[in-house]
Every structure is written in C-alpha cells, then in structure tokens.
C-alpha cells in the first residue's frame, strides 16, 4: 500500500523558513516524479515544485522560483520542500504528490496517482 505521509508545516513569520517533509513508502518511486502543490484559502489546489526521481530534475512555480528548493534522499525515500522568504501569499495546506509523469504534464494535478493527506502552513505578517 502506497503511503505518502506530509510533516513540517506549522506557523511562520513573514521572511521566515519552513522545511516540508514527505516520507514516501509502499513501492519504489523510481521512475516517479514526485511533486508538491498547495490549496489555498478560497483557492485552487496549483503546482509548487517537482523532482525527478531519477537524476534529480527540478520545477518550480514562478511565484516560488528563487525562495523554495525541492530535494530528495533516496535512503530515506523521503523528498522535502525546503521554503525561505516566506509570504502570507504562501499559507496553504501543502501536498505531496507522486505520478509517472514528465514534461508539460508534471504540472497538472491529475497527472497524479498517489497523494498525502497535507500540511497546513501558515504565514503571518
């Protein structure tokens, strides 16, 4: 049974840091891409950032292009989403994702199989 299991959100500050962890177990995830997206209050659930878990690839969202990093251990099988310069524009329930998937499509949610049940991250300013 496939288990993706979120940790690491809570209540920051604005400019402050978080770092999300999702530990992955139940298959092996290597030819997965696993990937982070967030809801909103009164929002749509959008991509955050991917990583190939093979070879490492990296996407990002624009709005979190050069503030967030997507990383993984494969001993672990554990991927994290390590998030600095925060904005109250990031408070979110954050989820982690994992599908066989690549190119254009990574960035859509139903290119998705397996999901966690989230993370609430709070910003305050």
């Known amino acids: 049974q496939v288990q993706l299991v979120e940790s690491g959100g809570g209540l920051a500050q604005a400019g402050g840091s978080l770092r999300l962890s999702c530990a992955a177990s139940?298959?092996?995830?290597?030819?997965?891409?696993m990937a982070w997206f967030r809801q909103g209050p009164g929002k749509e659930r959008e991509f955050v950032a991917a990583?190939?878990?093979?070879?490492?690839?990296?996407y990002y969202a624009d709005s979190v292009k050069g503030r967030f990093t997507v990383s993984r251990d494969a001993d672990k099988n554990t991927v994290y989403l390590q998030m600095n310069s925060l904005k109250p524009d990031d408070t979110a329930v954050y989820y982690c994702a994992a599908g066989r998937t690549d190119g254009d499509r990574l960035f859509r949610q139903y290119e998705y199989d397996y999901w966690g049940r989230g993370t609430q991250v709070t910003v305050s300013s």
């Open positions: 139940g298959r092996t995830f290597r030819s997965y891409t």
């Open positions: 990583i190939m878990w093979t070879g490492g690839r990296t």
